[in-house]
């Protein structure tokens, strides 16, 4: 219970932070509107051809726009010190991980359900036809994306140019989840239902999900101590 | 509980190459407080924070009352003041309070932290952002914050260095208390005076090694530059 409890006290403190300062969220979002609206312009892709992109297109979006709330989870902690008293605290590497894995996957995917209706109305699309089935893909590509975000965001969080090294370290440890992902959300988009090879696909996200989440949880105090 | 509170044996701090700390071997019975003295890169701060648990010693053994400072009933015994305040400029004050309480699993965090407020002086803006704080009002949160959960082991670094009158008095005050309430104290510094004022030990160090350590003696209160005469580098 007190494990819990923690997890949730980390949770909400990181987003009464975010609230108060919405330094992240706000350049998020408007990261994924802008790059949502420069590719409808580059591309002016048909409907077809916007069903054969779409998962790239919005997973793309999601990663970069969530790469910049990952990145400041951990850097909120520098001013003052205050990753010394998380530290300090008796709050295991897991509850910590886990407070700030849930608040950073709650503003990502709140990023995600702002930038999906915006995504259907620059490129036309009828992107709800498997509404639930979506955001399915949505909370498992999210999560996948957060537990190895918050992680490295803990080990990169002293670097120097740790806006550049985060990115960095963490695209190609998400290729696999990117790729379920992507090939997921494109058939959804068009309205084909998770069935026969698509299921291979949510498999391997579900297993990438609980894989990073297992290791980061056993890691982070390692990450975080040495 | 354990004679001593804590306990470092052939200890070593490496940075790459560079050896912080030198075969530091170190015991504070409970309930003493050792000011922990020595000039800049002397290695007060890298000791400080092993035995908070920050980091691990490259050699050695560091004990707080028998057990790893990493072990979670040991942290639940450990108050911190470093050089950072170490609370949130976007939460208010209160608000600081009972995350931490939260965190450190205390049976009413609303209680404990109106009590600390009221006891550094800040229960007027409790709950005011601390980003709104003058320097001394986040220094007197700082304390609050890192007495609040009753620890039985306080490690302070250079806790004199900027604070102002008022803050040095909570300070002084909560420290008296919490010695006379049997708490143990480890604190670095430079202000000579207020460290042998409250002290029974002292430790000196000189480029990572230990180069004296021993009971506070009348010569160091009359003389708080004794030490560094006696043992220091010329």
Redesign the interface.
């Known amino acids: 219970m ?1 494990f819990i ?2 997890v949730m ?2 949770t909400a ?1 990181d987003l ?2 975010e609230m ?2 919405k330094e992240a969220i706000n350049a998020s979002f408007a990261f994924a509107i802008v790059v949502l609206l420069i590719l409808s312009f580059a591309f002016e892709p048909t409907e077809d051809t916007t069903r054969e992109i779409s998962g790239g297109l919005l997973w793309i979006v999601f990663l970069f726009a969530g790469t910049l709330i990952l990145n400041r989870s951990f850097a909120r902690e520098l ?4 990753l ?9 590497g897991a509850a910590l991980f886990l407070g700030k894995g849930l608040a950073n996957f709650a503003l990502i995917f709140a990023v995600e359900i702002v930038a999906l209706p915006v995504f259907g109305i620059f490129y036309n699309v009828r992107w709800a036809r498997q509404f639930w089935s979506l955001m399915l893909v949505m909370v498992l590509g999210t999560w996948g994306l957060t537990a190895i975000g918050t992680v490295f965001g803990a080990l990169t969080v002293n670097i120097r140019l740790r806006e550049v090294m985060l990115p960095l370290l963490v695209y190609p440890v998400m290729i696999p989840i990117l790729l379920g992902a992507m090939k997921l959300s494109t058939d959804l988009v068009a309205g084909q239902p998770i069935s026969g090879d698509l299921m291979v696909w949510l498999k391997l996200l579900v297993g990438f999900d609980i894989i990073f989440t297992a290791l980061s949880l056993v890691l982070m ?1 390692t990450v975080l ?2 | 509980m354990s004679a001593a509170a804590v306990d470092c044996a052939g200890v070593w701090k490496f940075y790459g190459d560079y050896p912080a700390l030198r075969d530091i071997s170190l015991s504070v019975p409970a309930g003493r407080c050792l000011a922990l003295i020595g000039r800049n890169g002397a290695g007060k701060t890298t000791l400080l924070r092993m035995l908070a648990g920050y980091s691990k010693p490259g050699k050695g053994l560091v004990t707080i009352f028998g057990k790893s400072p990493r072990e979670t009933d040991t942290r639940q015994r450990i108050g911190f003041i470093g050089h950072g305040i170490s609370v949130y400029d976007e939460l208010s004050a209160i608000e600081n309070l009972r995350l931490f309480g939260r965190l450190y699993g205390l049976p009413n965090p609303e209680r404990s932290a109106s009590e600390w407020l009221e006891r550094t002086g800040l229960e007027r803006v409790r709950d005011g952002l601390v980003r709104e704080f003058s320097r001394g009002m986040r220094q007197r949160l700082a304390v609050a914050r890192a007495f609040l959960h009753g620890p039985w082991l306080l490690l302070m670094d250079e806790p004199f260095t900027a604070l102002d009158d008022r803050a040095i008095a909570v300070l002084q005050t909560v420290l008296r208390d919490a010695l006379a309430a049997g708490r143990t104290v480890v604190m670095s510094t430079h202000q000579l005076r207020e460290a042998m004022d409250l002290a029974t030990h002292v430790a000196l160090l000189n480029r990572g090694r230990l180069a004296f350590q021993g009971e506070r003696t009348q010569e160091m209160v009359k003389d708080p530059g004794w030490v560094y005469a006696q043992y220091g580098e010329s």
């Open positions: 007190r409890r923690q006290v980390i403190k009464r932070a108060r300062t001013p003052n010190d205050c010394d008293a998380l530290i300090a605290a008796p709050v295991p105090d101590v040495g």
